[in-house]
């Protein structure tokens, strides 16, 4: 069965630490992985894009890595800020098909000051 | 160049009643994709458009329709509300309909059927 599962299911960090979000998935066969941030009453926006040859992926503060062999990635969030209190959306595609998006639950982050 | 639009924001059914909602891109985007989010589950798919004059069912289909109007709009209608219905609802819109492409989602739209 193809399931995208993200742990934590929430966390709560201060302001300017970093923090680590991990997403597994069973999707095969692989097409790509990305993160994305939905912030309360929006909706998803993409952070990144990896497939199946690359191993990470940045953009500013976030920096996705993608283990295909174990079906693993984890999106790293450097000196966290408020405005990164959203929820992170993992989504894992097929190789072929419209109908091709797997989305993870999603991890709750909240930065505190 | 406003992204993709959704109509409206808030909405309250009571049980049987219907609704359509509407989504509108500016992107000159192909594919159209109607989703629902609810708490505790990833987002799922309804119906989808791979492309102007074409419509598919998704996961969850069932208790919904949609029209694919012209190439910006996409509508979703609920025929008769049922509570199981209450739900934030996705629409999305992408260049092309494989996995290379990527979706650009609405603000959503919260609606409760009592």
């Known amino acids: 069965k193809n399931q995208v599962e993200q742990s934590p299911q929430s966390l709560i960090i201060l302001e300017g630490k970093n923090c680590t979000l991990q997403?597994?998935?069973?999707?095969?066969?692989?097409?790509?992985l990305r993160w994305y941030k939905q912030d309360t009453g929006r909706g998803p926006v993409s952070l990144t894009i990896?497939?199946?040859?690359?191993n990470t992926k940045s953009n500013g503060r976030y920096t996705a890595t993608l283990d295909a062999d174990t079906k693993q990635s984890s999106l790293h969030i450097t000196a966290s800020q408020l405005s990164d209190s959203a929820s992170y959306i993992c989504?894992?595609?097929?190789?072929?098909?419209?109908?091709?998006?797997?989305f993870g639950t999603g991890t709750r982050l909240t930065v505190i000051p | 160049n406003a992204g993709v639009t959704q109509t409206p924001k808030f909405q309250v059914l009571k049980t049987g009643q219907s609704m359509t909602l509407q989504c509108a891109q500016d992107?000159?985007?192909?594919?159209m994709y109607w989703y629902r989010q609810d708490p505790g589950m990833g987002l799922r798919l309804i119906y989808y458009?791979?492309?102007?004059?074409?419509?598919d069912k998704g996961e969850v289909p069932n208790g919904y329709n949609v029209s694919r109007l012209n190439k910006r709009e996409f509508s979703l209608r609920l025929e008769s509300a049922a509570p199981s219905q209450t739900s934030v609802y996705f629409c999305?819109?992408?260049?092309?309909?494989?996995?290379?492409?990527?979706?650009?989602f609405g603000p959503g739209t919260r609606l409760t059927v009592t």
């Open positions: 997403c597994n998935y069973t999707v095969s066969p692989f097409s790509n």
């Open positions: 989504v894992v595609s097929f190789q072929t098909g419209a109908n091709n998006l797997f």
């Open positions: 999305a819109s992408s260049e092309g309909g494989g996995p290379y492409y990527e979706q650009y």
């Open positions: 990896m497939t199946f040859s690359e």
């Open positions: 992107m000159n985007h192909n594919s």
């Open positions: 458009s791979a492309s102007e004059g074409t419509t």
